[in-house]
């Protein structure tokens, strides 16, 4: 069950299957990739955090007992399901928050790994332990991590399946930061971002998400095109005014 809440222009949503620690079956998956796309397109939703139900786990990792049973292109359908997911949340033009409380394992640390920004309580967990199970991370862990963490370090956590204690993951780079309880961290910085400009968000991502891909020399060009770009803006308009006057701006997103 995928439960979606909203604290005015902060959406939380989050996966409650308590009794298999939050780990992700068809039904789950498909329930939580459809409200992402739905709140994707949601402009009165201006943050989306993540996060799962109870203190044990965040996501305890995808169903084993179901994906046990998959052929080759069943497996496939299965693994772009999980990309979908995490292509939702690291590429919808709206700050992602994952709020990781207890075990983020596997996909569920995929998931976490696609959010924009990630918070752990202390008891946290995290890890791809697929090598395990004679498998590899299939939603993007070979990927992401090493983005995050560095090519080094995210090798040996998905050669070895070691799990990493909030500690580290916040030493190593997994995480930004450590909190108890993860969930007013992820609210406090929901609503700061919600206070942002959206149209600044979104750029801001699009950009961001190019920074560690193609050409360098293109990134900067194409960030240089859109900070002038972006002074046709109203919310650009009002902040600049804002500052000027020595008072608090109200972005619009337009």
């Not at 009165?44 to 993540?50: F, H, L, Q, W």
């Not at 109870?54 to 359908?77: H, P, R, T």
């Not at 080094?152 to 993951?169: M, N, Q």
Request: proline fraction near 3%; charge should be negative.
């Amino acid at each position: 069950m995928i439960r979606v809440e909203r604290e005015e222009a902060v959406a939380i949503v989050t996966i409650d299957r308590q009794e298999a620690m939050n780990a992700l079956d068809v039904a789950t998956l498909t329930q939580l990739r459809d409200r992402l796309r739905e709140l994707a397109d949601d402009d009165s939703a201006r943050v989306v955090i993540v996060t799962g139900a109870g203190e044990k786990a965040f996501v305890a990792g995808a169903d084993i007992k179901y994906m046990s049973g998959l052929d080759v292109d069943q497996a496939k359908e299965w693994g772009a399901l999980g990309h979908e997911t995490g292509r939702l949340l690291e590429t919808m033009p709206k700050p992602t928050i994952a709020a990781i409380n207890g075990f983020a394992l596997g996909g569920g640390c995929e998931l976490a790994v696609a959010c924009d920004i990630r918070y752990a309580a202390s008891g946290a967990r995290l890890g791809q332990p697929e090598v395990n199970l004679g498998i590899i991370p299939g939603w993007g862990g070979t990927q992401r991590l090493a983005r995050l963490c560095g090519l080094g370090v995210a090798k040996e956590l998905i050669f070895t399946g070691r799990i990493v204690d909030a500690d580290e993951a916040q030493r190593i780079g997994l995480v930004n930061a450590v909190h108890d309880p993860v969930l007013d961290k992820a609210r406090e910085i929901g609503t700061l971002l919600a206070s942002k400009s959206p149209i600044a968000l979104r750029l801001m991502k699009e950009l961001a998400n190019r920074a560690l891909g193609g050409d360098h020399a293109r990134n900067l060009e194409a960030e240089g095109e859109t900070f002038g770009a972006l002074f046709s803006s109203e919310d650009s308009k009002e902040g600049l005014a804002a500052f000027v006057e020595k008072r608090e701006p109200k972005f619009v997103g337009r």
